[in-house]
């Protein structure tokens, strides 16, 4: 490790060329998906033995040669196994992006549960409608309305967790090979949804202001001269998962004044935005166009992401479409959860918590930051971001994220390698660090580790070269408890 104090440089996410991922692997079939990623069985028998094979299943999976299609997108990656490690206790993670929960008066959060059960166990314990419980939508178009979002609770659908929207989202409008614009890096869950459905996604590049209306518009440019219909653009606009960046005011009707005129529609997604550090919150995209912008938000960071509550906020006809696909996929959204959050709603202090939740998440911030700035070799830059949970961290030129982990994990740090937020798996120069769990003087400790491991990668580099670039064509899904 050098002890010299650096500046630090601000990452600025590379433009890129718009990969297609997960839909033309998806197109091409199970023969596209690389070795690596296949299930170890399924590697084995060559041509007509290989289909055999399948047809029979095998020991590990009798039933591997049975699943559509769309199943062989969903592969779970190679570090999944290292996070189940990461969870140890002596290890500092800096890789899930969980809430800081154990902040919520927990005994007072009990006491009003054991109360629900008590006075309206009836209809917390039954069976709801598949839109959501009317008096929790009309306390979420109070909160949206914080971003300027001008909502009636009937524009609101409730879901189980804002994943669920997305999932909903994706099975209602997109068909195999479709293309989705989505930044590059994007969300993880996000990009996971969109395989599932074997979306084709395109990214956009961003930089330290969010999404960059130039790229945008370049993009849908080349995909209309090619002849590709955009299904829509899916973006996090506050506090980015997980580049950390916002996109900037200035930008705002840019983005929404292109995508309307390509007749784009827009998923803004937003469990950030009131995890904001110095600032009020932004206006929402929504708040300027109700027809063109569908709205995703959650209570996973606000409140507990335990009860899985999530909302879309969408145009009358896509909502109703959302709730003919909750109905199917679920039959209704939990009522114990929706009526937990709404009586959390009337009867907490929860604009007080959220305060607590800014003020902690931003001494962890300044922790994370005043350590990377203390000890990052040289060569490194990362993101500053403003609120929310992440730090986008950019690797000295030959290191790779991917192939460092197993090392990280063993000098007992873990963060997630930057290849699980593009959907071809480009990105491991990346990775992304949250700061929301552990405490100040155990992010402290975690950063000092990482920066030995990657001085000890530096010096191996400078030894041996670099191991080139890494190339698993997938959506790397890390796996539970790394949202
Ligand atoms: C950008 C983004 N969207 C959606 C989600 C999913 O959140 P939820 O817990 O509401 O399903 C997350 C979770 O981390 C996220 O970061």
């Not at 297609?20 to 990623?37: F, I």
């Not at 002596?90 to 890789?95: G, M, P, T, Y």
């Not at 290849?419 to 990775?431: N, R």
Request: with cysteine.
């Amino acid at each position: 490790m050098s002890g010299t104090r650096r500046q630090p440089e601000r990452s600025t996410p590379q433009r890129r060329t718009p990969a297609r991922g997960a839909s033309r692997r998806a197109a091409a079939g199970a023969a596209a998906v690389p070795e690596a990623a296949r299930p170890a069985d399924e590697t084995a028998p060559p041509g007509n033995a290989r289909q055999a094979h399948q047809q029979r299943g095998s020991r590990l999976d009798p039933h591997v040669g049975r699943y559509a299609e769309r199943a062989h997108g969903m592969v779970a990656s190679e570090i999944r196994a290292l996070f189940a490690v990461a969870a140890r206790p002596e290890i500092v993670s800096l890789a899930g992006g969980s809430p800081y929960v154990t902040a919520l008066p927990l005994d007072v959060v009990g006491d009003m549960i054991g109360q629900l059960v008590t006075d309206r166990g009836s209809t917390a314990l039954q069976y709801c409608t598949a839109d959501g419980d009317p008096g929790l939508r009309e306390k979420i178009c109070e909160i949206m309305a914080l971003e300027g979002v001008r909502a009636h609770p009937d524009d609101v659908i409730v879901t189980v967790g804002s994943q669920q929207a997305l999932d909903l989202l994706t099975r209602i409008f997109v068909d195999p090979g479709d293309v989705i614009l989505a930044e590059a890096p994007s969300y993880v869950g996000a990009l996971g949804a969109f395989a599932a459905y074997q979306a084709d996604v395109v990214h956009v590049a961003m930089d330290d202001d969010g999404l960059i209306p130039e790229a945008l518009e370049e993009t849908i440019g080349k995909l209309a001269a090619a002849g590709r219909a955009i299904k829509f653009l899916y973006t996090v606009p506050n506090f980015h998962n997980p580049a950390g960046v916002t996109l900037a005011s200035s930008r705002r009707p840019r983005i929404l004044e292109i995508c309307q005129r390509a007749g784009v529609l827009v998923i803004e997604d937003n469990p950030y935005g009131l995890l904001g550090f110095d600032r009020e919150p932004m206006r929402a995209l929504r708040a300027d166009d109700c027809d063109g912008v569908i709205y995703l938000g959650s209570f996973s960071k606000t409140f507990a992401s335990g009860v899985r509550v999530g909302w879309a906020a969408a145009p009358p006809a896509v909502r109703d479409k959302l709730v003919l696909a909750a109905e199917s996929a679920v039959l209704c959204h939990p009522s114990f959860s929706q009526l937990a959050v709404r009586e959390y709603l009337s009867t907490q202090p929860w604009r007080e918590q959220i305060k607590t939740f800014r003020e902690l998440y931003r001494e962890r911030r300044d922790a994370m930051l005043s350590s990377l700035e203390a000890l990052m070799p040289p060569g490194c830059r990362w993101t500053r971001p403003a609120g929310g949970f992440y730090v986008w961290l950019k690797v000295p030129d030959g290191l790779d994220t991917k192939a460092m982990l197993p090392r990280a994990v063993s000098s007992r740090v873990a963060y997630v390698p930057g290849t699980g937020f593009y959907a071809d798996g480009s990105g491991a120069e990346y990775m992304r660090l949250a700061y929301c769990l552990p405490p100040p003087d155990r992010i402290r400790e975690g950063i000092r580790r990482l920066a030995g491991v990657m001085e000890a990668e530096i010096e191996l580099r400078d030894t041996f070269g670099s191991g080139g670039t890494h190339d698993n064509m997938g959506v790397d899904t890390p796996g539970p408890g790394t949202p």
